[in-house]
């Protein structure tokens, strides 16, 4: 009953932060991640030592997968920019690029499955499950959350 209170109150305060639609000064990206940390903590109910176990590895692989996403954005944006829009593109150069997000989405596929690897030594398959849920649910919270503030011109 106490964790599920202090869960609700961590909702609740990430819920009323202001965040901006479009750029988020680094101090939202801090909390962000500390309400993910406490959501997923929540719903994993890690004991002391998985936790002391499970973050660090759960932070490299979040970091990864956040580096190899801003790649994929920031490589797409700039090369389709550069052409003047996909109108412009010639079939090579969309083949190219459709290349590019290929590769980056095998390498993720291998973070996920190596970071898989090291955590079921840590964690029970169910635990592992719960994760890969909770984040879902996580993010589709940030995105209803951010959602309006878009809409609001924020």
Request: glycine share 4%; with cysteine; proline share 3%.
């Amino acid at each position: 009953m106490k964790k599920h209170l202090i869960t609700n109150v961590c909702i609740l305060l990430f819920f009323s932060v202001n965040l901006t639609a479009q750029h988020r000064p680094p101090k939202h990206h801090k909390k962000i991640k500390a309400y993910k940390v406490a959501y997923i903590t929540e719903k994993l109910d890690l004991t002391e030592s998985e936790a002391q176990k499970f973050w660090p590895i759960y932070n490299i692989y979040s970091d990864g997968k956040m580096a190899l996403h801003r790649e994929e954005r920031s490589s797409i944006r700039k090369r389709i920019s550069e052409s003047g829009g996909i109108q412009n593109l010639t079939n090579d150069e969309a083949k190219e690029i459709l290349e590019r997000i290929k590769d980056i989405s095998k390498r993720k596929g291998e973070l996920k499955t190596d970071f898989f690897n090291k955590m079921s030594g840590i964690l029970s398959y169910k635990k592992l499950l719960t994760l890969e849920i909770a984040e879902h649910e996580f993010n589709r919270k940030l995105i209803r959350k951010l959602r309006p503030q878009r809409k609001k011109g924020i």
